[in-house]
Every structure is written in structure tokens, then in C-alpha cells.
């Protein structure tokens, strides 16, 4: 008998929860690398994908290899086909910089107590490769922010795991006009304005807010998490009597993600690290079990053949509105020049009256 060719693998998981598209790859303790590109972030890089190549900045929940080990590559191969815009190698040599000149490299952000671990790997490859990647690893504190692009920018959360983890939030902010001077018109805005009035405040909104690796916290149930349009979240344990495994491990089960359901109000919650012991038949039929008409907005990422059809079902959409733009267009060109003709055809009030009748 013939061997059997090897199983297929590395298929991404998609989804488009418009206007964002969420693809990447996610199982427990093989990869996760989650790639949002509309934001130009990704969330962790177990595995570098050419996709992810795209992305300027990788957000590191924690440093457990399955999210962190393709890293290293992900800087070689943006270096090595230049990608990326302008940036700095942030080693010194002899406490000074090394007067390298500025290349093409990414940036990863993680955990303060990750950022000299990090450095201290790439580094170990440099005597491997007899070459210096270029590379910048920001830590970024609990709390604070990071610009992605313009007007929006990323917040770590601190999460609990077996390792220092974090959870990170991706906010918009807009200028909203104060509701005293929303009746008031241009000239007097304008007046208010040269006086130094400050006449608008900032508006916050939470557009994807990530989990990473986690156990059950007070911090799941901030506004941005609370308030996020998606919700990308790890589900490491489905079945009933794994509850004590998740808790061991410092991971998510589905009844936690059950119980946080009332509090997000996201319109698309996507779970992802998803034990390879768990089918995703299996976590779909929990899912519709415990989640009730909520069940609609989770999706499982790697749940491949009914994202599939998901999409499929969108294309079709977009197509049919599309047809029907394109026809009442053609319409209304149609009735258009239907007029346009007519008028062209109807006598003139003076060439009527020129008009000799029977009578004359």
C-alpha cells in the first residue's frame, strides 16, 4: 500500500466583521497569530505567516513559545524583502548607538518585564546568522498607550496567566462637539473658538479589545472590553468537567465566556485557542447549546467551512446590492434620456403658431 501524502496545515482562519477582517491562525499550544489589518496590527506570532508580514507592529500578550515563536523571523523576513516604513535597531554598543543606519523593520510590543528577554534573543542570533537584524521591541506598562495610526492607538491591560500577560484594547478617538453649543451656528462657534473655548471633547470608542491568554478577571468586564465592536477572545476548554483544567492553566473556559456575554455588547465575538482536543463541531454545538440567540454573534476562527460559507453569503450580498445600484442607475439614465429626447422632439410654441391650418 501507498503512503498517504502528509494532512494539510497552516490554512488561515478569516473573517470580515466589517470593515475589519480578522485572519490568522489559533490553537492551544501549537500558534496563535492574529492579524487585524485594517488596525496594522497583529496579536501574538506563534507562527509568521506571509500575511502577517504586512503589519508594522505585533502586540505580544505573553511569551509562551506557541504566541511568541515566530517573532524572530517575522523581523528577518521584513528586513530581508523591505518591508515597512523607516525605523532604528535600538541595541548600543559600548553604551553608545551603533551608527547603523535607519532600515526597514517592525516593532513589537510587549510586557516591561519581556521587553530585555526579547532583546536578549534576537541577539542570540546574530553569532547563528554572522548578520545584526534590525529589530524594536517597545514595553508598554499596563495602562498606557501606543500609537497604531492616525487617531487610533492601543492599550495594554493587565491580565493574569501563568506568565506576565496582557490583554490589549484598539480605541478611536473623535472630537464631538460639546451638547451646550450644538445649536449654536458657525459665526458663534467660530467667535467661541478664537476666544480659547474649548468647544468639543474626546470621544473614546473601543474598536477590537484581545483577551490574550487569561483566567477570569474583574478586567473582562472594562468598557473595553465591554464596549469593543469585536471582541477577539481566547476559549482554550469546552467540555463540562475541564473547568478545573482551565483554572490550573489560567485560561478561559465556554462557561466563562457564557458568563461575560450580558456585559459585552460586541457585535462579533471571536473565540480562538481552541484545544486541538476539542473539535470545532463539538464547540459549535456548546456554543449554540449555552449562548442561546447570543450564539449568532460568536464565531470560532478556525471553524473554516462555516466562515467559508459565511463569506460566501456576504460576496452574494454585496453582489445583489451591487446589481441593483447598477440597474436603478441604468434606469434613471434610461428615464433620463427618454426626456431628453422627447423634449428635443416637441414642436416650439413659434413654429406652431407659423403653422398654417385648413381653414387659411
Known sequence: MLPS???????????????????????????????????D?????????????????IALSHAHMD?????????????????????HMPDKVDGKPD????????RCVCHPELEQPLRGMMRAWEPLERQKTPFEIVALEPEKEIELKNNISMRAIATRHTVPSLGFSVLERRSKLKEEFRDLPQEKLRELRSRGTEITRQMEIPLVAYTGDTAPGEYLVRDEFAEAKIVIAECTFFEPDHNDRARTGMHLHIDDIIRL?????????????????????????????????????????????TNRARHEAQVAAAQESADKSDAARTAKAAALASASDAGANEPSGESQAQTPTAAE
Open 5 to 39: 501524502p502528509p494532512a494539510r496545515e497552516g490554512q488561515l482562519g478569516f473573517l470580515y466583521l466589517p470593515p475589519y477582517r480578522v485572519q490568522g491562525i489559533s490553537v492551544a499550544g501549537e500558534q496563535t497569530v492574529i492579524q487585524v489589518p485594517e488596525l
Open 261 to 305: 456575554l450580558p456585559v459585552w455588547k460586541a457585535e462579533a465575538i471571536v473565540l480562538v485557542h481552541v484545544s486541538r482536543r476539542t473539535t470545532i463541531h463539538y464547540a459549535r454545538e456548546r456554543i449554540e447549546k449555552l449562548a442561546g440567540a447570543d450564539a449568532a454573534r460568536i464565531h470560532l476562527l478556525m471553524d473554516h467551512r
Open 41 to 57: 496590527v497583529a496579536f501574538d506570532i506563534g507562527q509568521c505567516t506571509r500575511s502577517v508580514l504586512s503589519v508594522p507592529t
Open 99 to 106: 551608527g547603523k543606519p535607519k532600515v526597514p523593520v517592525g
Open 67 to 87: 504566541h511568541l515563536g515566530g517573532l524572530p523571523y517575522w523581523f528577518s523576513q521584513r528586513y530581508f524583502q523591505k518591508i515597512g516604513g523607516e525605523t
